[in-house]
């Protein structure tokens, strides 16, 4: 009788978002009147005690609303012209209507959206009922954000007829049959309908917040009760539950991955790719959750330490009819290690000797804030994690330290400044100006560094703010020599405003405010805002520095700079950044995986600049052809290399054709497998900068001057 009820439930739940996909509009959705308050709020803290508060008037009030339409469409996509004229003109009314806890503004924008997904999408599916000509010459703008909103009905299905006949030629091209691309499309836009009908007023509030929130300043940021929670997690990289990632597919939340340690895995009952059909709490009854949301599906699976979740499993790869799995978890603490700082040991050969590069990756400056601020000795954060991680590298004798940054957004000051202080002991790290124009000095006190010896920075452009903090001051000091690209620009500090408690609420319902509070500064008086950190020694990235890094943004704070602060330098690495430069060049000269790595990125920044494609199947074969021989000319160099012995990336052609298709169409063993296979791949940018570390440590020996330079500014102190 359950599996009888379980399945009744399925085939309702599939057949209600069916019936949703066939019927009329989408629900309307309204704001509540504690969204209406918070809004209010906000704009009552955002406008005294921003860094740079900025009235709310018609002139942001109009920034705000077209920074809101572009959150939502912003390849224009849905909108047309008529209903952009429509929103232009309530503009000037909606900083009134904030005071006023008015929020229908924002909220019939977001309905008529709604309303614009099931119409293009209803346009699409209809559209795989016929064929298309693709020996026709016309082209396809796939990147519109800077073109104009199509004019009229008929201009946006002309524009989404080129949007499906591109998706179908990809799938074509890719070798599949018209039937095939009819099933695979029809899923896809159905499935892009379903979530047209799942919005929530939360949703419409967290958009229209954040389009306020950033108007002002590109780093001030809204979060609902849900961002709010989700932020806490990051930063004290723990959470309480089962211990499983979860996905969403074709209306299932699916295991994607399972966490060592956590009551999941440790049950041995539960597999990568089941679906959880339902969740019941303790003995309490069981919610079916297919088609539901999966950040609902989490909130349900979360819960209190030591309390009991009872999960309905249909297992992987099994029929809707297939035998289902109860089974019951107790929550645990899970933390969230794949997020925590690592190290790893490379052997670099120099000359007849070799190296021992120890390298630390930090993925972001995490910190307990609860755990510290109640006095817990043993709070989790990431400068602790590194100074243990150093002390294991020293046991284990490295000659020289790599702290790879790449990609760390950045986190917790206080603990860029206690990671900064791990490699240059006790002295000011980075200055602080507040809106009054007060600068304060950050220092760390730790009386000697952790590590001493030979050090590098490797960046990017999304190495950002407590990132820049560490590499600028490591620069500063002349601590140790900076690799890879100029980092993303960030030099403001922010901090979480809990608007609930400002309300004295009993319960959270506000959310918070990430707002920023101050800028930040080198050591030397200069700022990492917008400039970056500029490296020593370059290498080449991927990055799109157009539309990625501060530079972006329209309404970024300016470069500025104060007085120095009072430190003494504890090397001088300029001196070394010529000779590190010319061995560098010499070397990847005559590396081809290096040669290999510059040619992709040439071809990437190529191919952004395309802003639109053929949809004309000859010529756009002639391109994956050229492509093709590209690609296998590549792979028999790689295979020649490996032949005779030489450590080489062998790259499989048929993992570098366009399939078609979107990830989550893609079988979930298959993604997985291929993510396996990129986190093994050969780190080209990783090896170089470990060479010109280790380059770093044979100058610094070769000149005992350098050498001895570190150890004597600390003797100093």
């Not at 925590?340 to 490379?346: G, N, S, V």
Request: aromatic residues 6%; neutral net charge; glycine residues 6%.
């Amino acid at each position: 009788m359950r599996l009888k009820n379980s399945l009744l439930c399925i085939l309702l739940a599939l057949s209600t978002a069916a019936h949703a996909l066939e019927s009329g509009p989408p629900p309307v959705l309204t704001p509540l009147q504690q969204q209406a308050q918070a809004a209010h709020l906000s704009a009552q803290f955002l406008t005294r005690f921003h860094y740079k508060p900025v009235k709310l008037d018609d002139a942001l009030a109009e920034k705000i609303l077209n920074r809101y339409v572009k959150s939502l469409d912003p390849e224009k996509f849905f909108f047309i012209q008529s209903d952009i004229d429509q929103f232009t003109a309530q503009a000037g009314k909606l900083d009134d209507a904030i005071y006023k806890e008015d929020l229908s503004i924002p909220f019939s924008i977001f309905n008529l959206y709604q309303q614009r997904i099931v119409d293009r999408l209803s346009y699409a599916r209809e559209l795989l009922k016929q064929g298309f000509d693709f020996s026709q010459k016309e082209d396809y703008a796939f990147l519109r954000d800077k073109e104009p909103w199509p004019k009229t009905e008929a201009e946006s299905r002309d524009l989404w007829r080129k949007r499906v006949k591109n998706d179908w030629l990809r799938l074509k091209l890719a070798g599949k049959k018209d039937a095939a691309i009819r099933d695979t499309l029809s899923k896809r836009y159905e499935n892009s309908l379903a979530r047209a009908y799942k919005y929530k007023s939360d949703d419409v509030f967290q958009i229209f917040m954040n389009a306020y929130a950033t108007s002002i300043e590109p780093h001030t940021d809204y979060l609902g009760t849900t961002a709010a929670a989700d932020f806490d997690i990051a930063m004290k990289l723990s959470l309480v539950g089962i211990g499983a990632v979860l996905q969403e597919r074709d209306e299932y939340t699916t295991i994607r991955e399972l966490v060592p340690g956590g009551p999941a895995q440790l049950s041995g009952k539960i597999a990568v790719g089941d679906r959880i059909v339902g969740v019941a709490q303790g003995q309490g009854p069981m919610t079916e959750v297919v088609g539901m949301r999966i950040d609902d599906v989490v909130k349900l699976i979360r819960g209190a330490k030591d309390t009991v979740v009872k999960l309905d499993i249909l297992p992987a790869d099994a029929g809707p009819d297939a035998k289902h799995k109860l089974l019951s978890l107790v929550r645990n603490k899970i933390s969230l290690e794949q997020q925590a700082a690592k190290k790893t040991i490379l052997s670099v050969k120099s000359g007849d000797s070799t190296r021992k590069v120890g390298v630390i990756t930090l993925p972001a400056f995490y910190e307990d804030f609860d755990a510290r601020g109640k006095g817990d000795k043993n709070y989790r954060s990431a400068s602790r994690d590194v100074a243990a991680l150093l002390n294991e590298l020293k046991k284990e004798k490295v000659d020289s330290v790599l702290v790879d940054l790449r990609n760390n957004g950045g986190g917790s000051l206080t603990e860029a400044v206690d990671l900064t202080g791990l490699f240059v002991g006790k002295g000011p790290i980075v200055q602080q100006r507040n809106a009054r124009g007060e600068v304060n000095v950050e220092a760390d006190d730790r009386s000697t560094p952790v590590w001493s010896g030979p050090l590098a920075v490797l960046i990017n452009r999304g190495s950002a703010s407590a990132s820049e903090i560490f590499a600028a001051a490591i620069q500063d000091y002349g601590r140790g020599v900076i690799i890879g690209e100029g980092s993303f620009g960030k030099g403001t500090v922010q901090t979480m405003v809990n608007l609930d408690q400002l309300a004295h609420n009993d319960k959270p319902k506000f959310g918070e405010l990430k707002m920023t509070i101050a800028q930040f500064f080198r050591i030397n008086g200069g700022t990492t805002q917008l400039r970056g950190v500029t490296p020593d020694v370059s290498l080449p990235g991927f990055s799109d520095t157009e539309n990625f890094g501060e530079s972006s943004y329209d309404n970024a704070l300016p470069w500025s700079e104060v007085k120095a602060a009072d430190y003494a330098k504890l090397g001088d690495i300029k001196d070394l950044v010529p000779q590190l430069k010319i061995r560098h060049d010499a070397r990847v000269e005559k590396d081809k995986d290096y040669q290999r790595f510059v040619e992709d990125v040439t071809e990437v920044n190529t191919l952004r600049k395309k802003r639109s494609i053929s949809l004309n199947e000859a010529d756009r074969r002639a391109e994956m052809t050229q492509q093709e021989a590209r690609l296998q000319a590549r792979a028999k160099d790689t295979a020649n290399d490996a032949a005779k012995g030489k450590d080489a990336d062998v790259v499989a052609d048929a993992d570098t054709k366009d399939d078609g298709l979107q990830a989550n169409e893609r079988s979930l063993s298959a993604e997985l497998a291929a993510e396996k296979k990129a986190k093994s791949a050969k780190d080209v940018l990783l090896n170089e900068a470990a060479h010109i570390l280790s380059d770093e440590s044979d100058l610094q020996k070769n000149n005992p001057k350098l050498a001895a330079q570190p150890a004597a500014a600390a003797a100093a102190k």
